[in-house]
């Protein structure tokens, strides 16, 4: 079974509220990552933050890992509708390199 | 390459015929992955490569699907007898590899679609 879970699993708003995006793992990992994907094709990766780390910023994107809930979350602040798109987590599933994605939040952003 | 090339950008096949799709990933990069991603749903894990070797088959579906990786580089999906439920993106990235730390980011092509009739 995959790795890691999104939910919401849609999420619709107006241009300029935030965002936020959560995933679920179940194993231990060395890093998380978030990637975009417009139009279901190449993924471009976002942002990643390590086990050791709680919060990371990138411009208009946080992230927050809780390694004890094996939890992350994924916040857009004052989105614009260039940011719909779908989201993923990844994680490093059993320390390694392969790497796994979870199903996806569907982010639509109303001009 | 500047990034991650993938061919065909759409494949139409009949049930029952062989496809390959290849893969030609970033300069240098020692580790190069396959996924399927079905319409609306998250990326499957299929394979995963560290130079010309698999060090993870589990993510195949069925003894129809096999990939091979030359040179350090090119890699080709072949999925043999296809099957309607064979209909995906396939998409295929790489990254570093190089040791455990470097290899966390993908960069991903653009994928093949496959729409098997």
């Known amino acids: 079974s995959q790795q890691g879970e999104e939910d919401p699993q849609a999420l619709s708003i107006q241009e300029g509220e935030n965002a936020t995006m959560n995933c679920s793992y179940k194993?231990?990992?060395?890093?998380l990552q978030w990637y975009r994907q417009n139009s279901g094709r190449g993924l471009v990766h976002l942002i990643l933050?390590?086990?050791?780390?709680r919060e990371k910023h990138s411009g208009r994107l946080r992230v927050t890992l809780d390694t004890s809930k094996k939890s992350s979350s994924l916040l857009i602040t004052a989105s614009r509708a260039a940011d719909t798109a779908s989201y993923f987590c990844?994680?490093?599933?059993?320390?390694?390199?392969?790497?796994?994605f979870g199903a996806g939040t569907r982010l639509f952003v109303k001009a | 390459g500047a990034g991650v090339s993938q061919s065909p950008s759409n494949k139409v096949t009949e049930k029952g015929k062989d496809v390959e799709l290849r893969c030609d990933p970033i300069?240098?990069?020692?580790?190069l992955y396959w996924y399927r991603q079905s319409l609306g749903q998250g990326l499957e894990f299929l394979i995963y490569?560290?130079?010309?070797?698999?060090?993870?088959k589990s993510g195949l579906p069925s003894d129809r699907f096999s990939a091979e990786r030359t040179g350090g580089s090119v890699s080709t999906l072949t999925i043999q007898r296809t099957q309607q439920e064979d209909s995906a993106v396939y998409l295929c990235?790489?990254?570093?590899?190089?040791?455990?730390?470097?290899?966390?980011?993908?960069?991903f092509g653009s994928g093949t679609q496959l729409s098997v009739l």
């Open positions: 933050i390590r086990s050791n780390e």
């Open positions: 990844a994680t490093d599933a059993s320390g390694g390199f392969k790497t796994i």
């Open positions: 194993t231990s990992i060395n890093n």
């Open positions: 300069s240098g990069h020692t580790a």
């Open positions: 490569f560290q130079g010309n070797s698999a060090p993870d």
């Open positions: 990235a790489s990254s570093l590899g190089a040791q455990i730390e470097l290899h966390e980011k993908l960069f």
